[in-house]
């Protein structure tokens, strides 16, 4: 097969979900996205993996990127895609084989854009993060990714969705003393002593911060408890996890210094985390991209990959064709005019100044 | 080998301890002992798998039970049986061959006892409760153990504990609704929601109630708690499972009903129970054996075999030479003189009238 860009970006996004890319089978999806951009000619194409990237170097006093996973979820069973009316069925048809169509029917017809553009098709977004194809340009070849604003084609509903939230999960641990349940005044219940957390969280007030216009919400909350030794025993440990999801004002060391603060006094460890990134729409590249567009912006609350982006110093944003809240289901579409607005807009701006 | 009852109780007590019998193969001791009953002439000897029962029918107003268990837990290096001074170290020692000695000594030496007497060793005490052999004559063969009276002589340290608490569990559930925890507004939190079942726990004021001179402390306390999803769910589950330890006054409906009353509001699902037994000692024949050992009286907050004597119509109660904190532990071992002092207390009571 040959991927036809120049043509219909609605039939480019069915072609693309015909063309299964499960999280690490991308390679011959990524060599057909290598030989048809490669075919424009105006790009210089590198790879790594199974990573595409492809560079203008018309001098323009800007650069812009756009990004897009190649890989999906599991197919379940919805493979080939298939259209009704207005809709296209499939899986990728949101997330995010229409932003990856979109990104390369831009590609291949703005002739002369206005800034500079590096495209990034990259794999495995949807597993864990130490295998995310865009994290490892990052870490291997930081150069290639050197812009002044980065658009990454997730679903987002055709709104702008500008940087986003941090997460932290740390665990809050009681302690107690063993004893048999039928004397449990000789011991201390490490349960009981736990209510004291529960009691914090169900009286933790969460922050909302405008940042660049964006409205961040925090939140903090329990993901799991544990605690127990056997029905006969008095428990000492109980363990309470709590995920922490912060604004991009705070860094990782203010937010973990934010739970420890909330839960002074009990033993807190913290397990994993992750930055934010500021939206950064007030860098004039950014500022430029959301007076083009005229689109809504809001903040990102879950975390994405803008924050890669975020920590190389790039600002970032969300904007796609896909609704995600069919993301990684058996019944995910598209809209298929989402894809026609979303090509509108972007080319209103790469083609813009 | 063969079991000299009549010689040293401590003697027999170190022959017992060297001859293994971790429950599941109390087969061979349970010969012995059958061997040795029968060799009394006055006993009525019978078995049922490896428990044996001895009785004696001598027209006396009242039958009173001894009753032991032949089992051990797991060896833990310590068999054979080693003397030093005056104690005796080894697998059983407390738990509860010393007592088993004590009962066989007293089958072999008082000649003319002042009640018919019910001798009863048997097996599988030490694991799960269906394979409890004194359980199981009591299903099989409930007028071998009709009688006024029941002692066990388990592991006491020469106390006279009576009747005992019953236990009782159950699992409290809180449910929310579940959500990404980047948008945590839009679930509700089940762990966070159990905060109610721990300060419900953490007010609760447990019972003491005197019966019979024995006072029973109540308890309620989780004994293990579990929720959560994923590390970024919301979750809609939370279990909290708690233990009621009840004095014997109360039946197993009303405890069921008490702690429904506490947790009224919440899932509540009884996940076990066993129902306490009263102390009965001022039923005739115990309270006889009160005053003829003179020994001190105190409730059994645990659950033990006496509530199958009291599940029976038998009042029943605890007394016994070992030190019921040594049980189960590699290192454990019993006083001799503890042996002695038993045998001369129950002489005392078995002889009398």
Known sequence: MTLDL????????AALVDFPSVSGTEGPLADEVFRALEGLKRYEVTRDGDTVVARTNLGRPHRVVLAGHLDTVPIAGNVPSRREGDLLY???????????????????????????????LYDNEEVEASK???????????DW????????????????????????????????????????WHGVNA???????LDTLNAYE???????????????NAVAVSGGVAGNVIPDRCEVTVNFRFAP??????????????????????????????????????ANFVAELGAPVQAKLGWTDVARFASLGIPAVNFGPGDPNLAH??????????????VQALRRYLAAD
């Open 132 to 142: 995310n194809g865009l994290g490892r340009v990052g870490r291997n070849h930081p």
């Open 145 to 184: 990714l050197a812009a002044d604003f980065a658009v990454l084609l997730e679903p987002t509903d055709g709104t702008v969705e500008g940087g986003c939230q941090g997460t932290m999960r740390a665990k809050v641990t009681t302690h107690g003393k063993r004893a048999h349940s039928a004397r449990s």
């Open 249 to 286: 004002d705070r860094s990782e060391a203010q937010a973990e210094a934010h739970v420890r603060e909330v839960f002074a006094g009990f033993d807190v460890e913290i397990t994993d985390s992750a930055p934010g990134a500021l939206p950064g729409l007030s860098a004039p590249a950014a």
């Open 90 to 120: 499939g899986c990728g048809t949101t997330d995010m084989k229409s932003g990856d169509a979109v990104l390369l029917h831009l590609a291949a017809t703005v002739e002369e854009p206005a800034h500079d553009l590096t495209l990034v």
């Open 6 to 13: 120049a043509g219909d970006p609605v039939a480019l996004t």
């Open 329 to 342: 289901q058996a019944g995910e579409y598209v809209d298929t005019r989402k894809i026609t607005e979303a």
């Open 206 to 220: 969460a922050r909302q911060v405008d940042i660049d216009g964006c409205v961040y919400r925090e939140g903090l």
């Open 191 to 197: 349960i009981h002593a736990a209510a004291a957390i």
